[in-house]
């Protein structure tokens, strides 16, 4: 196959999925009446096909973690099946609370709005939805920032360019139709998905099967057990209590028409969580067995050197790698829609306006301003040559500092408790999200690996220990209260 065959397949697999999720969303919208309360997900009105799809498509398809497990899998070998455990054990979590999260919030409002009715206060909705906004559009940065490290690889100097033009598809039809087109895509995303990962396994089974070396059990089993030890602890705080506390996990779950269908939706994407981490594991333990170290010596990682043996002169590579991509940018483009509709609500709702004071116009504007900022955010990781493993557990792992927050609004019944415990709950919030996030500021020559990967628990634990204190605060002045009484 000649060079000029393979950047046909290139641009079929970059432009394939822009044009079914233009289709789509065209097909959707000549139908849809569009206002306020359909544009965001506001009320309950979500059937079990697509909770399900949604939950799927968004939960377990970005890009960022597509290529973070492939880049993991040569470093942790067949351990990083203790990952795929606990993504699932998260769902599973996600499912166990499922009843009492939809009946501690029955006017659907949003995480940082729920914190700030039930902690009495409005600051606290205001400093949670900013930080949370900022997460957001750094995970947007993220999955662009992916994409075009991808096309890099085969349009040196072009990728930040073609990374532009999804960066304005995205803006432009989740500004237009907001949830509608998110709930249109994320079909067709899944379906991408499946079939890219589908056609990886497939080849990479053909691989082995050719492959004249044997495998070296002995080798899958030799890992730097101390980084690994981090790592587990890193990503199973992230992957167990991480569907919990972010927004847009929750803004989907509180949109669903009944909690039987949420909790049967889970059970899908339980499933399914566990098959998609298991084959990723399986794809990039295969390639970096069967591809040799020599080859390819200037790629920088496993994903890096999978996309450029796929690149070859061969038919059958080349078909792989179209469908790779396909699925690739089908999940980054539909993931980001998500983070982009999620962050403008949490602006709209908890930090600019409230909802009577909301038109289409102004939430489109704001999807536009947000959208240009996330590219500013993606234009500063470029910039700085952020690596996505590292920025992943940063990210990811800050939005734990609202776990506490959250666990005791669910389960709390004690309103004057719950009053007394707001502005711990915002401290908590804010020095969690800054511990998190100072982390991936640590220089590099000092970085070790178990550092790298302790972002989660630096941002829980500081956030655990200032909301212990404001309990404890709390109940000794109603104690107080009372026996002065």
Request: proline share 2%; hydrophobic share 55%.
């Given at each position: 196959?000649?060079?000029?065959?393979?950047?046909?397949?290139?641009?079929?697999a970059?432009?394939?999925?822009?044009?079914?999720?233009a289709?789509?969303?065209?097909?959707?919208?000549?139908?849809?009446?569009?206002?306020?309360?359909?544009?965001?997900?506001?009320?309950?009105?979500?059937?079990?096909?697509?909770?399900a799809?949604?939950?799927i498509?968004?939960?377990?398809?970005?890009?960022?973690?597509?290529?973070?497990?492939?880049?993991?899998?040569?470093?942790?070998?067949?351990?990083?099946?203790?990952?795929?455990?606990?993504?699932?054990?998260?769902?599973?979590?996600?499912?166990?609370?499922?009843?009492?999260?939809?009946?501690?919030?029955?006017?659907n409002?949003?995480?940082?709005g729920?914190?700030g009715?039930?902690?009495?206060?409005?600051?606290?909705?205001?400093?949670?939805?900013?930080?949370?906004?900022?997460?957001?559009?750094?995970?947007?940065?993220?999955?662009?920032?992916?994409?075009?490290?991808?096309?890099?690889?085969?349009?040196?100097?072009?990728?930040?360019?073609i990374?532009?033009?999804?960066?304005?598809?995205?803006i432009?039809?989740?500004?237009?139709?907001?949830?509608?087109?998110?709930i249109?895509?994320?079909?067709?995303q899944?379906?991408?998905?499946?079939?890219?990962?589908?056609?990886?396994?497939?080849?990479?089974?053909?691989?082995?099967?050719?492959?004249?070396?044997?495998?070296?059990?002995?080798?899958?089993?030799?890992?730097?057990?101390e980084?690994?030890?981090?790592f587990?602890?890193?990503?199973?705080?992230?992957?167990?209590?991480?569907?919990?506390?972010?927004?847009?996990?929750w803004?989907?779950?509180?949109?669903?028409?009944?909690?039987?269908?949420?909790?049967?939706?889970l059970?899908?994407?339980?499933?399914?969580?566990?098959?998609l981490?298991?084959?990723?594991?399986f794809?990039?333990?295969?390639?970096?067995?069967?591809i040799?170290?020599?080859?390819?010596?200037v790629?920088?990682?496993?994903?890096n050197?999978?996309?450029?043996?796929?690149?070859?002169?061969?038919?059958?590579?080349?078909?792989?790698?179209?469908?790779?991509?396909?699925?690739?940018?089908?999940?980054?483009?539909?993931?980001?829609?998500?983070?982009?509709?999620?962050?403008?609500?949490?602006?709209?709702?908890?930090?600019?306006?409230?909802?009577?004071?909301?038109?289409?116009?102004?939430?489109?504007?704001?999807?536009?301003?947000?959208?240009?900022?996330?590219?500013v955010i993606?234009?500063?990781?470029?910039?700085?040559?952020?690596?996505?493993?590292?920025a992943?557990?940063?990210?990811?792992?800050?939005?734990?500092?609202?776990?506490?927050?959250?666990?005791?609004?669910?389960?709390?019944?004690?309103?004057?408790?719950?009053?007394?415990?707001?502005?711990?709950?915002?401290?908590?919030?804010?020095?969690g999200?800054?511990?998190?996030?100072?982390?991936?500021?640590i220089?590099?020559?000092?970085?070790?690996?178990?550092?790298?990967?302790?972002?989660?628990?630096?941002?829980?634990?500081?956030?655990?220990?200032?909301?212990?204190?404001?309990?404890?605060?709390?109940k000794?002045?109603?104690?107080?209260?009372?026996?002065?009484?």
């Amino acid at each position: 196959m000649t060079n000029h065959w393979l950047y046909y397949l290139l641009v079929m697999a970059f432009t394939l999925p822009v044009s079914f999720f233009a289709f789509s969303i065209y097909r959707h919208y000549r139908t849809a009446s569009l206002e306020i309360d359909n544009f965001f997900p506001l009320h309950r009105v979500l059937n079990i096909r697509q909770y399900a799809s949604t939950t799927i498509a968004t939960g377990l398809s970005l890009s960022t973690v597509f290529i973070a497990v492939l880049d993991l899998s040569p470093v942790f070998k067949i351990y990083l099946i203790f990952a795929a455990i606990t993504y699932a054990l998260g769902l599973f979590l996600l499912y166990i609370l499922a009843d009492r999260i939809l009946a501690r919030n029955p006017d659907n409002l949003t995480l940082p709005g729920f914190l700030g009715d039930k902690y009495t206060d409005k600051s606290l909705s205001f400093i949670s939805g900013l930080f949370v906004l900022i997460g957001y559009m750094s995970i947007f940065g993220l999955e662009v920032l992916v994409g075009t490290k991808i096309l890099g690889v085969y349009f040196p100097g072009f990728g930040q360019s073609i990374g532009f033009f999804y960066v304005i598809f995205m803006i432009g039809y989740t500004a237009f139709n907001g949830y509608n087109a998110i709930i249109a895509t994320d079909k067709i995303q899944l379906l991408l998905v499946s079939l890219s990962v589908g056609a990886l396994v497939t080849y990479s089974f053909y691989m082995l099967s050719h492959d004249k070396s044997s495998v070296d059990t002995t080798e899958l089993l030799s890992i730097d057990f101390e980084a690994f030890i981090a790592f587990i602890v890193g990503i199973s705080v992230i992957n167990i209590f991480g569907a919990i506390c972010d927004t847009g996990t929750w803004q989907r779950l509180c949109s669903v028409e009944k909690t039987n269908i949420a909790k049967r939706s889970l059970i899908v994407s339980f499933i399914a969580a566990f098959v998609l981490w298991m084959a990723l594991i399986f794809i990039g333990i295969v390639a970096s067995t069967v591809i040799p170290a020599t080859d390819y010596q200037v790629a920088s990682s496993i994903s890096n050197k999978l996309l450029l043996y796929l690149a070859e002169h061969d038919p059958l590579r080349n078909l792989v790698l179209m469908l790779f991509l396909m699925g690739l940018f089908s999940a980054m483009i539909s993931t980001a829609d998500s983070i982009l509709l999620v962050a403008t609500q949490i602006f709209s709702f908890n930090i600019l306006w409230e909802k009577r004071k909301l038109r289409l116009s102004k939430v489109r504007f704001v999807v536009i301003t947000i959208g240009f900022f996330s590219y500013v955010i993606f234009l500063a990781f470029s910039y700085y040559g952020i690596d996505v493993v590292e920025a992943v557990f940063a990210i990811f792992g800050a939005h734990l500092s609202l776990l506490p927050s959250v666990l005791y609004a669910l389960f709390n019944k004690d309103q004057e408790i719950g009053s007394l415990l707001g502005r711990f709950a915002t401290v908590s919030i804010i020095l969690g999200y800054l511990a998190s996030w100072s982390m991936v500021l640590i220089p590099n020559q000092i970085q070790a690996m178990s550092v790298l990967y302790s972002s989660p628990i630096v941002a829980l634990s500081v956030s655990m220990v200032i909301f212990l204190v404001g309990v404890a605060y709390a109940k000794w002045k109603k104690h107080n209260k009372f026996s002065h009484k």
